[in-house]
């Protein structure tokens, strides 16, 4: 098993890496995009993750960036958003909410 050395957004910025993930996060294609200006992180990022097309009818989903300093992510190398890899992720939810809701609507 390798380890990778959780760097935080800020210091993510500076060496120019712009895909971050939480080794936590369950899924492995989950991760931010961080924005910057001239170097420096944007208070926002968008929130990429398979599942967010079913969830919030969109993928990114842009969410405000606090505690840059902390050294909690890892550079993401994964599929990217446009790849099929990434396509077929997002597929494997379609209609899960629908038919999760529609089957708890049926129980007494």
Not at 44 to 71: F, I
Not at 76 to 93: C, I, N, R, T, V
Request: hydrophobic share 30%; aromatic share 8%; glycine share 6%.
């Amino acid at each position: 098993m390798t380890t990778t050395k959780l760097i935080s957004i800020d210091q993510a910025a500076d060496r120019g890496i712009l895909r971050l993930r939480k080794p936590k996060w369950v899924h492995p294609m989950d991760h931010i995009l961080i924005g910057t200006i001239m170097g420096t992180p944007t208070p926002w990022a968008d929130l990429y993750c398979p599942m967010n097309k079913e969830c919030n009818g969109r993928d990114p989903v842009r969410l405000l960036t606090q505690c840059t300093s902390e050294t909690s992510w890892e550079p993401y190398d994964g599929p990217l958003p446009d790849s099929d890899e990434y396509k077929a992720a997002q597929a494997q939810f379609d209609g899960v909410l629908r038919s999760t809701f529609s089957s708890n609507a049926r129980r007494p």
